[in-house]
């Protein structure tokens, strides 16, 4: 673990001057030669591999990480098809939100896919990896222990690399606000302007076991505590849901060794809870996951209250749908970026 420094002292909203530099598409990589003080971006730097299940496909599926060059961003890649398919990451690569995020090129329904995203994006926004290249060999990532932790470990275990670009961010300049029904079944998702990137998630369950634990959490990333504090976090169930889950073809991977499961009571699995509030945080780790389709980290303060997949890639749709709504950034003097983005790897 490497010191975290001092929180930072929070900038007025537009950093003036030449450390922090607006981001023309088109610039960049091809020769130019980068301050040597940029904040830069990152990749892995070895390839590994791991095997699991899809937890909605029960499918096996082999998954092998790679090093990418600056710019290329995340790219996932079906290696099980006759001619591979590349599917990038965007918010417009969504193509379905049922209980995971699913992505195809362009977010074409038709077109090959790759399911169930988040927990290895969110992992990638954890160590600020920016540029990737997933290969696949079937249509949804392994689901492995249920959280981002094994994600961390094999993104760790590779190695994190610099590279000679600048790391490029996404700064929220207005609030930008979605919702869904209306009354007490109304859910929302917001981005507020901020000098780095937190998180504020509530949830609401009517229930013993849920009741029992905290349904709010807030958390920096500039903490640095993204590894101890929400990587493990495993994604939840209900008995009641599993078998209609099933009946739709979802979840039919999914058991304890991957899942927190709940009855009417109670949580089923004999060692417990990792966090007292892990079902809170795992929206959390969920919510900057979906984020993270951007390819890029965002400058901003997520909060929301009941949101899953769907109310989170509509919040990014709704922010793309306004350029105003934000400006893409670097920074020459990585001293000026929020804290948190440069404490994190390599030696984290
Ligand atoms: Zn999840």
Redesign the pocket.
Known sequence: MVPVRPSAVELPERVPGPPMTAFSDGSGTGGTSYNLGMLQQRTIKSLTRAVGVGMHSGQRVELTLRPAAPDAGIMFRRIDLPVPVDIPVSAQAVCDTRM?STLSPGGDPGAPKVQTV??LLSACAGLGIDNLVVDITAEELPILDGSAASFVFLLQSAGIALLDAPKRFMRIKRAVEVDEAKGAARKWARLDPFHGFKLSFEIDFKHPALDQTGQRFEFDMSSGRYKHDIARAR?FGFTKDVELMRSRGLSRGGSMDNAIVVDDYKVLNTEGLRYDDEFVK?KI??AI?DMWVLGHPLLAAYSAFKSGHALNNKLLRAVLADQTNYEWITFDDETRAPAGFTALAPAW
């Open positions: 995971a988040e927990h994604t795992h780790l969920d996951g």
